[in-house]
């Protein structure tokens, strides 16, 4: 079993679409990330949830919006697609506590919005 | 806030050579330090990870990082690099009081010529 498992793994979309990014994880871990990763390989951090709660927002436009139903799983909607919104994005989960930036990755999710 | 820096944007080495990527990091606090891989087409990996304890960390195929608390660094070693070691190298830092919030570095592109 896939311990994050995301989908789609591909996403190919016009300018000015909504897209979403599905993201689970079965390691029962509390805290659950979305990061984005450009053409050039930089990784920053987006979004984090613990336990369903939005603990971390970096600067995302509020096109980016999370939602968190459980703390098994974390989804990624956006709105309104623009070409720099191409990029691999990927769900990552923590367990938090002494572990505390252990990261556990998802396959990733590309997105190219032509 | 925390940063992290890697000096090698680009390493080329041939087979059997000996491999160092340098990394520092930025925070006057307590950190958990982790070196990360990601191969061609693939998600990150978590490589070796430092917490507590004896700073030479050994990891996963043969990799080892050393943590300098005086000079900030937690450099990545491995003394014969494989062609299968071609693959992108990230360091992250997270600080024990920022829970949750890993910083990546730009990451290293290692190609290991056969």
């Known amino acids: 079993d896939t311990a994050v498992s995301q989908t789609p793994k591909y996403l190919v979309t016009q300018m000015g679409n909504d897209k979403s990014i599905k993201c689970e994880q079965n390691?029962?871990?509390?805290?659950m990330y979305w990061y984005k990763q450009d053409s050039k390989k930089f990784l920053k951090i987006m979004f984090s949830y613990n336990n369903k709660e939005l603990i971390i927002n970096e600067t995302v436009p509020n096109r980016f919006s999370p939602k968190s139903p459980d703390k098994a799983h974390l989804n990624l909607h956006i709105n309104s697609l623009e070409l720099g919104d191409s990029a691999v994005y990927f769900c990552a989960s923590s367990q938090g506590g002494a572990n505390t930036g252990e990261l556990f990755f998802g396959e990733g999710s590309r997105l190219t919005v032509l | 806030a925390q940063s992290v820096s890697q000096h090698n944007h680009h390493v080329i080495l041939s087979e059997a050579a000996s491999l160092e990527l340098g990394c520092n990091y930025s925070y006057g606090g307590t950190v958990n330090l982790f070196w990360y891989v990601q191969y061609p087409g693939q998600h990150l990996q978590l490589l070796l990870k430092y917490f507590s304890g004896d700073p030479l960390v050994k990891g996963i195929k043969g990799f080892e990082a050393e943590f300098i608390k005086s000079k900030f660094s937690f450099n990545l070693r491995k003394p014969s690099v494989q062609w299968s070691d071609t693959a992108e190298y990230f360091c992250?830092?997270?600080?024990?009081?920022?829970?949750?919030?890993?910083?990546f570095g730009d990451g290293t592109t290692l190609t290991v010529k056969p």
């Open positions: 992250a830092v997270n600080a024990r009081s920022n829970a949750g919030k890993s910083t």
């Open positions: 390691l029962g871990h509390d805290t």
